[in-house]
């Protein structure tokens, strides 16, 4: 047994700006992705019930596309392809006096997981939309209500309980995809213990110690997540909403909304 | 004055429309004017030449079998749904769509919004906003459609309230309210945009026996003060009080209309003598 407990508390517990700056990274990226997520899926989903064949086409294949192919092949398409196409670099290592952390690399990823993310929101907002009630939109517009009204004060407050928790699970899924800017530079928690082992030859100690910091965000997460749900749920039964441990486990849990982890 | 019904203690107060400073009066005559109608629902023929008038302050019931074509008719009223051909005037304005050489054009989606403010809505299942208490719900449209200041659609929404006998529930979510109160919550909701006509689609069939009487109370009561109104019901009694007209449907055709009077004495019509055998 080579395990080397020194070192993996050394690694985990040795308060240093490049940890820091590694947990920061990885926390922005999956805030800002999720945020690009949720907004492209909104816009995703109004647009897949426009009326215009042209508008609702797009939708279609956006979702299509980003749901069907790989996400880490996105990220090279984007970190790698624009440039080539359009011959000048827009991911420079730094830009201009930006903080270094803000670098292109991290630019490329959070858009490409944003982007990504929007195409899985989408069918989650959409489900939201649909599970509510047509009669609900028809008293709406029989008050006189404009589409865009109904949408906004009836059926999507109504939709939120159906799509929040969904939409917590895959923040969930995006603390842990961030993982993959690491192929592309970003020092984000991955890539440090890659740098790390490179030096020390020694892989076991601090992914183990990543795993702690991926943990302690989860596990926050969950709780915040449960905390939410539970005040969307206020009025209503409250078996519905599961538990902390349920919920950090998958027990007594469907599979629905769970795409589990990097796809 | 209060109106005791079926034995409920629900009172209902005179002045529903004094609740919201009365409604505008008509500009014309004719608040309805429905003409040929012909709607399919792809290869289900649903109304055959339809045609039915409203005049101003004038009640019709509507009545027929169940599949005739009622709740469609209603719908296209305020362009819930969409007519293949004909024309449905309201207070003047044709429904729905422009007529453009003849053809029918559907209208934009703001000015069919528009139109749907003069015309009240309320439904078999009541849809009320479950996510908005019961003053909520009527201040809603008031505040979002019509840009009412905010204290100045309480203060009509809680009239309305206490003029359905409902003035002790304006905090309650619809799911804490008896279908009875949800559906005269949703009669006060649709009174807030002090529409120039009331579209009722079998507004208490989907209530318990012992709550069909405060509902009907409301509209008797609104019919009393003079609002346009047409109702699709299988209240026989309701049609027989109120009603200044009665429609009799089957199978997307207007079979017979008349008084009451002629209608339950003496109906000329052999499907409508046999409907009204099965129904009274
Ligand atoms: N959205 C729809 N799509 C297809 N067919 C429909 C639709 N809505 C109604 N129909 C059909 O149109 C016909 C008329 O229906 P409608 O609901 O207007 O009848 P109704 O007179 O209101 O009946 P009821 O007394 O049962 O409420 C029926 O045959 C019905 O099945
Ligand atoms: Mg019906």
């Known amino acids: 047994m080579k395990f080397d407990p020194a070192e993996f508390l050394n690694f985990t517990f040795t308060w240093r700006d490049v940890l820091i700056g590694a947990i920061i990274t990885t926390l922005l990226m999956a805030v800002v992705a999720q945020i690009i997520g949720v907004l492209l899926g909104l816009i995703a989903a109004l647009a897949g019930r426009s009326r215009n064949p042209l508008v609702k086409a797009i939708s279609v294949i956006y979702v299509w596309f980003f749901r069907g192919t790989p996400v880490l092949v996105q990220i090279y398409l984007l970190y790698f392809g624009l440039p080539y196409l359009l011959g000048i670099d827009p991911f420079p290592k730094q830009y201009g006096s930006l903080p270094e952390l803000i670098g292109g690399g991290f630019v490329a990823v959070t858009l490409a997981l944003g982007v990504n993310e929007g195409a899985y929101m989408s069918e989650i907002i959409r489900a939201g939309i649909l599970s509510v009630d047509s009669g609900q939109a028809e008293a709406a517009k029989s008050l006189g209500m404009t589409p865009r009204k109904t949408m906004q004060r009836i059926v999507l407050p109504q939709a939120l309980r159906v799509i929040v928790p969904p939409l917590g699970n895959e923040f969930n899924n995006m603390i842990k995809t961030t993982s993959l800017a690491s192929v592309v530079g970003v020092t984000e928690l991955v890539l440090l213990a890659q740098n790390r082992y490179g030096a020390t030859f020694q892989p076991f100690e601090p992914l183990l110690g990543i795993c702690v910091f991926y943990l302690a965000m989860t596990t926050i997460w969950g709780v915040i997540q449960g905390r939410i749900e539970r005040r969307l749920g206020a009025g209503t039964r409250s078996e519905d909403v599961p538990g902390f441990w349920s919920r950090m486990t998958g027990a007594g849990r469907g599979r629905q909304g769970d795409t589990g982890g990097v796809r | 004055m209060t109106?005791?019904?079926?034995?409920?203690?629900?009172?209902?107060?005179?002045?529903?429309?004094?609740?919201?400073?009365g409604v505008p009066t008509p500009p014309t005559d004719m608040v309805v004017d429905a003409t040929n109608v012909e709607k399919w629902f792809g290869k289900l023929h649903v109304l055959r030449d339809v045609s039915l008038t409203v005049k101003r302050q004038e009640v019709v019931v509507v009545l027929g079998p169940s599949g005739s074509g009622k709740t469609t008719f209603i719908r296209c009223v305020n362009h819930l749904e969409k007519i293949q051909s004909g024309r449905i005037f309201v207070n003047g304005h044709l429904i729905g769509y422009r007529d453009v050489n003849g053809k029918l054009v559907e209208d934009k989606e703001a000015n069919i919004a528009r139109q749907r403010q003069?015309?009240?809505?309320?439904?078999?299942?009541?849809?009320?906003?479950?996510?908005?208490?019961?003053?909520?719900?009527?201040?809603?449209?008031?505040?979002?459609?019509?840009?009412t200041p905010k204290d100045e659609a309480i203060e009509m929404g809680r009239a309305l309230l206490t003029r359905v006998g409902l003035a002790a529930k304006e905090g309650s979510y619809p799911s804490q309210l008896s279908g009875g109160q949800q559906q005269r919550v949703a009669i006060a909701r649709a009174l807030a945009m002090k529409p120039a006509l009331m579209l009722f689609d079998e507004p208490t069939s989907a209530l318990d026996p012992e709550m069909i009487g405060e509902v009907l109370e409301v509209m008797k009561e609104l019919a009393r003060e003079g609002m346009t109104m047409i109702v699709v019901t299988h209240e026989m009694g309701f049609a027989k009080e109120v009603a200044d007209r009665v429609v009799m449907m089957d199978d997307g055709v207007v079979v017979e209309e008349g008084t009451p009077e002629h209608f339950f004495s003496n109906p000329t019509h052999e499907r409508t003598k046999s409907f009204l055998s099965k129904i009274l």
């Open chain 2, 3 to 21: 109106g005791h019904v079926h034995g409920t203690d629900v009172d209902v107060s005179r002045d529903l429309l004094g609740a919201i400073g």
């Open chain 2, 118 to 147: 003069e015309i009240g809505m309320v439904f078999q299942r009541f849809n009320l906003f479950p996510h908005k208490t019961a003053l909520e719900n009527i201040i809603e449209a008031p505040i979002q459609v019509r840009g």
